[in-house]
């Protein structure tokens, strides 16, 4: 009668014409049995290591889905170009404003400062003109 066995089955077949799979054959068949009872168990130690140095990768379908929802599209990109556009260009629109805000004010101040000065001539030329005619009464 055979034992009742718990366990998954999987095959592995080594190709005799791939030199990677001549070198694990030889190792498989040439296996310290003092350190690995059986190849079922160094098989299962290495496929455990490998997947403990890729755990930061993602080796199965559940974990590759999850990565592909982290992905960044072209979609979320064009937005992000666009929102920052929006932003350069609506800052660009503020400094202009305030650029020529302050241009013509300084326009407005000067060309006051020029009637100011020009009245100013006119008020001392007419008092001049006033005191001339006094004196010459």
């Known amino acids: ?32 049995k003092s ?4 190849q079922n168990q160094f098989i299962a130690d290495a496929v455990e290591y490998y997947i403990n140095a890729l755990e930061n990768d993602f080796i199965t379908n559940d974990d590759r889905e999850k990565r592909e929802e982290n992905f960044v599209t072209k979609s979320d990109i064009q937005k992000m170009k666009e929102d920052i556009k929006n932003e350069i260009l609506s800052e660009v629109n503020k400094q202009m404003l305030s650029v020529l805000g302050s241009f013509t004010g300084n ?31």
């Open 1 to 32: 009668m055979a034992k009742n066995d718990d366990g998954f089955y999987h095959t592995l077949r080594l190709s005799r014409r791939n030199p990677t799979h001549i070198k694990i054959h030889q190792i498989l068949a040439d296996l310290d």
């Open 35 to 38: 350190v690995y009872k059986s």
């Open 107 to 137: 326009l407005v101040r000067s060309s006051n400062q020029n009637e100011t000065e020009q009245k100013d001539e006119f008020s001392a030329d007419d008092t001049l003109l006033g005191l001339a005619e006094m004196w010459g009464e």
